[in-house]
């Protein structure tokens, strides 16, 4: 079965965000001041071919730990569907 | 009110993803060759202040048209929930 992954990866709360300060700076000169706390991860999507949800589940788990996120500086987080 | 809104930027369908592709072949590295069609994008989350959720809805589109996409080679969609 094919299944599709949404992965969100992310910056760790206590570990600061320069690209996410800069944009919330940026909201202020388009007149969006009320746009605060931007943070900025990656969005990945994929493909994976597996018998069960749990084994595709599995894989995904392996290539966020594997080589989507670093683990010191990022959480992940992912939700699978059946195509 | 408060509200956070999460934000998935992607490169669109017709436009080639480099990342993606040479993420793809790394999964093949790491033994994981059932994982294919990966492609790679932006996610963002940020606070916004408004009255209504759809005045906070108005609000980060704008935020997403004007800053956070390039509508030429990107796509986003958003979802808001009130903290």
Redesign the interface.
Known sequence: MKFIA?I???PKKEILDPQ?KA??G??KN?G?S?????????????????ATEVEASE??D??CK???ANLIMESYEFKIAAV
């Open positions: 949404q969100d990866v992310m996410g944009v919330t940026s909201m388009i969006l009320e746009i605060t706390n931007v943070r900025v991860g990656k969005h990945i999507s994929l493909e994976v071919e597996a894989k995904v392996r290539a594997q080589l989507l």
